[in-house]
């Protein structure tokens, strides 16, 4: 990975946890484009948009920051494990974008990322200029999420970097047959951490285990509510063809409530969609630019 392409940044939260970000192209001001900012998945950090935070802000010159939750990547893990949660991690996002001097950005949020966006806007709605919402929406499907549940708490065997990418490989490959073999490498350096050449999963264990309890009788709410919230802002959702998260009936009932969003289903992938691949890259620069123009 090309650390030359991006800065790496160290700030505190609110309750005094030290988080890691980082950013891309120039940085955030009033006179460069407008800010994006990529929330990523329940268990995943900010290396996860590394290849689509490079063409963004290269091809875009979009200012682009990724964020590394508490207790993900390089972010500190938290003693107080009732932390995880949507609504600390809210807070933290707002804790960035002050540290970015951000008062307005676009926001990609992945799966948890997602969620924390139907949070944002009833928090903070005036930092939300739009929102690409990867594969992630008001209804979770159960199903998907217990297949979360079960391969976080799987035992992973993995003990050098190519079994890494096999084992990901034999746990989703079903759902991601648009994958090729680089594909698969390039998950592994990002869900994993290097320790003295041994792939370590690159999250407190303690967020997975938080799942352990959920069956197929867990009640779900809904967030509708929110999602109305951003009716007012250009939206996009992305879907993966496959997923088992996010419905196609869900989407369908989202684009009826927001007349004007744009979505797009990433071919021959799974939850969640890798953004920087052939289709969903563009269809997210579309829609990024037409924001651009418009403004």
């Known amino acids: ?21 980082r950013s891309y192209g120039p940085p955030p001001s009033p006179s460069a484009a407008i800010p994006i900012i990529c929330l990523p998945g329940l268990t995943r950090n900010s290396r996860d948009f590394h290849q689509l935070a490079s063409f963004l802000s290269t091809s875009g010159d979009f200012p682009v920051v990724a964020l590394d939750y508490r207790g993900r990547g390089n972010s500190e893990r938290d003693s107080d494990k009732s932390h995880y949660t ?36 009833d928090r903070a709605p005036s930092l939300i200029a739009a929102a690409v919402l990867n594969d992630i929406g008001p209804v979770i499907e159960i199903g998907g999420l217990l297949a979360i549940r079960d391969y976080l708490n799987s035992n992973d065997t993995s003990t050098s970097w190519p079994t890494a990418a096999t084992y990901l490989r034999t746990l989703h490959g079903a759902d991601f047959p648009a994958l090729s073999d680089g ?11 290097d320790e003295d050449g041994m792939p370590v999963p690159d999250f407190d264990p303690a967020i997975a285990l938080s799942l352990r309890g959920l069956t197929h009788e867990t009640p779900l709410p809904d967030l509708w509510v929110p999602f109305d919230a951003m009716s007012q802002i250009p939206l996009m959702v992305v879907r993966g063809e496959h997923s088992r998260l996010l419905s196609e009936k869900t989407v369908r009932e989202m684009r009826r409530r927001h007349a004007r969003m744009a979505d797009f289903t990433a071919p021959g992938q799974g939850h969640a969609p890798l953004l920087h691949l052939d289709g969903p890259r563009e269809a997210i620069a579309a829609f990024l630019n037409d924001i651009a123009r418009s403004r």
């Open 183 to 193: 594909d698969w490498s390039d998950m592994a350096k990002a869900i994993y951490r």
């Open 86 to 121: 949507v609504a600390v991690e809210t807070g933290d996002v707002i804790t960035a974008c002050a540290h970015f001097a951000v008062e307005k950005a676009i926001f990609i949020g992945t799966s948890r990322g997602g969620l924390i966006l139907h949070n944002l806007i």
């Open 1 to 21: 990975m090309d650390q030359g392409v991006f800065k790496e940044h160290f700030f505190r939260s609110s309750d005094g946890h030290l988080l890691y970000a």
